[in-house]
């Protein structure tokens, strides 16, 4: 199982690697208005020619088409004997095999849901590794995995960056078409989780689960 919050800047590349369907894909790269999601769409996406014996062949079932019988071929034949001369090829993917055997999900905030709402841009975000200071770079080293909150790393006094602003619906519009057409990226709604759960009395929080959501990892405040 990996989990990755919804404002980190790797978010899209992390879901879209994942996806094993070229049809969203297409998808995607004709919907989306993010240049981000549909270069990384279109980089994911792969596309073999026909070969000139394969066009002939396609041609050939289609000459059938409008003779009663169809020549003994199916109309499921037909339908994609025009689909591979419409196109002119086969779509697949690049790197089919990454992440084979793993779950992938997403942490999702309240803040993100309010820009969704809002109709508003979204902060992708991460600490500003690059420009602390020796003694900064020892604290994120020592304790960046046991916070894993970029919100309460800023509020802990740590510089924090921008990476880029996302329209929050796009990125919402991008999860939610990959879940329901490849059953991932998986969400799991952290700050819900944390503000109803027990743990909070011990000083613990949510900061990740397995992929049915029945058992949370938790981490001390």
């Known amino acids: 199982m990996i989990m990755l919050v919804d404002s980190h800047p790797d978010i899209i590349e992390f879901i879209i690697s994942k996806m094993q369907n070229p049809r969203i894909l297409r998808y995607l790269i004709e919907n989306t208005e ?12 792969k596309f073999t020619p026909l ?7 396609y041609q050939g079932i289609l000459n059938y088409r409008s003779i009663p019988g169809q020549g003994g071929f199916t109309d499921a034949a037909i339908r994609e004997a025009e689909e591979k001369s419409n196109t002119g090829g086969t779509y697949s993917v690049h790197n089919p095999d990454f992440l084979t055997g793993a779950n992938i999900s997403v942490c999702i905030t309240k803040e993100f849901m309010e820009a969704v709402e809002n109709d508003d841009h979204y902060d992708l975000r991460f ?9 900064e770079m020892k604290v994120y080293n020592d304790q960046w995995h046991e916070v894993g909150d970029v919100r309460q790393w800023e509020d802990m006094g740590y510089g924090v960056r921008v990476y880029r602003k996302i329209k929050a619906k796009e990125l919402w519009r991008l999860i939610n078409v990959c879940a329901t057409y490849s059953a991932e990226p998986g969400i799991f709604y952290i700050d819900n989780a944390n503000d109803m759960t027990n743990a909070k009395s011990y000083g613990q929080q949510v900061v990740a689960t397995n992929p049915c959501g029945k058992v949370a990892k938790f981490a001390s405040r």
């Open 127 to 135: 600490p500003d590794v690059e420009n602390y200071t020796e003694e």
């Open 51 to 57: 070969t000139n014996t394969e066009e002939d062949l």
């Open 34 to 45: 993010d240049e981000q999601i549909k270069k990384l769409a279109q980089e994911k996406l």
